[in-house]
Every structure is written in C-alpha cells, then in structure tokens.
C-alpha cells in the first residue's frame, strides 16, 4: 500500500480545538520547528522559490511566506487547500508575502520539476513505507536544487488514524542517500513527551543532555539536503 487513508481535515480541527484555537495551535507548531526554520534561514536566505510538498492546513507554507520566501504549497486533500486558502488570508492582511495553493500529488510532481530553489516537506514521508518514502523523496529532488525532509519519531505522541513509519535521525538520513540525495545538514529537536524521559532531561546536565541524548530522544528529525542540481 503506497498511501494511507487520514481523514486530515478531521485530524487538524481536533488539534486545532485542542490547542484553543488556530493562531495558538499554528504558534506552538512554529515555536517547536523553530530549529528548523532557524537552519533553513541560515543556510538558504530569501527570497528562494519553495515548493511546500503534503502542505496541509498551510502551517509551514505561511510561516516560510512571512520569512520572505516565495512559496507554492500543494496538497492532494482538497478540503485541506481550502483551508490552508482561508488561513493564509488572514496573515497577508498583516503583510506576509503572498503564496499559492494548488493541488499535486507527492508522488507525481512533473508540473514542478526544475521550478525551484527547494522542495519542502514536513510531517509527509512518515506516513509511507520506506521504499515509497525513497520515491517521494526522490520526486521532490526533481523539482529543487535542495530538498528539505522533516518527520516526527516514536517519542511523538500524537495520535493517528493510519499507519506511521517513525524515523530516527539515522534511517532518515538513510532514506535521503536512497533517493540520490547528500545530506548537508541534519537536525534533531523536540523534547520527549513520556515522563520518564523528562525527568532524566532535568536532572542531566544541559550540555551532557544536548550532545549525548538529544539526538537519542528528539521528537522530530530533519535532513537538509542537496540534490544534483545544485552541481549545475
């Protein structure tokens, strides 16, 4: 089975409500991928085309529009475009850079191909057996000179109506080297939700902590990547 029935919509207004609201639940989700963005500004400045791949409810398609990059996010879930439509709206009032919604599949992205500076997706392979997660990957470095892949591991307790395939930062990076992809930098970040791995954070001492156990115990991963493009 290459792909996996989620009713996202449904999944994104109950964590919307649960979080009290859509600007809290988008500000939490922007607070703890900040080491991404953060790396993802340092290493490719705006303005750069990006392709925002599995974009959903528009989260990190907004977010990549206000840091000045010129973004295009699509989505096979046309309840989800809609919405992420409607989202983005109300921060181009406050003066974020205009983006696109379209629809596109992860697995067909000819449309794009060559079109941008890179291919972004967050939260979108992990839902794919590793050898379709190489073919996703593999379709998003046709279309960019960098590819950008972050997913959640097993210490992410979110609950999903599917299937899920948790990496470490270790099988992520693998899965990138299996699409032709070279790793230029990989991230760790999240702290771990289960008590018991919150209370050795506590009582580890911060540097011990970040260079033994955050890579160990991280809630998500990310690989920033180069592809054969960005040799041309």
């Known amino acids: 089975m290459r792909d996996v029935a989620i009713d996202w919509h449904r999944w994104f207004e109950r964590s919307i409500a649960s979080r009290g609201g859509l600007f809290k639940y988008m500000y939490d989700s922007w607070v703890f991928s900040n080491p991404l963005y953060d790396t993802l500004f340092k290493l490719l400045r705006p303005p750069k085309k990006i392709l925002d791949v599995g974009c959903g409810y528009g989260g990190s398609t907004i977010i990549l529009a206000c840091m000045g990059y010129e973004v295009t996010g699509i ?14 709206s109300l921060f181009e009032k406050i003066g974020s850079t205009p983006v696109k919604f379209e629809f596109g599949d992860t697995f067909d992205l000819s449309k794009y191909y060559r079109g941008f ?13 590793p050898e379709h997660a190489v073919q ?4 998003q470095a046709n279309t960019a000179k960098y590819v950008v ?9 979110e609950p999903f109506e599917g299937y899920m395939y948790p990496h470490t930062l270790r099988s992520l990076k693998a899965v990138c080297k299996r699409a032709g992809l070279i790793t230029i930098k990989n991230l760790a970040f999240g702290n771990p939700p289960r008590q018991a791995l919150s209370t050795l954070q506590r009582i580890t001492p911060p540097l011990v ?3 033994s156990f955050r890579k160990l115990f991280a809630t998500k991963v990310a690989c920033i ?3 054969r493009q960005s040799e041309e």
């Open 75 to 88: 989505d096979i879930d046309e309840n989800m475009l809609r919405q992420a439509k409607t989202n983005a």
């Open 117 to 129: 500076d890179l291919a972004f997706s967050d939260g979108v392979v992990e839902h794919f057996r």
């Open 136 to 139: 996703a990957i593999r379709e």
């Open 149 to 157: 892949v972050a997913v959640p591991t097993k210490y992410l307790n």
């Open 209 to 211: 902590w970040s260079v």
């Open 225 to 227: 990547c180069r592809t």
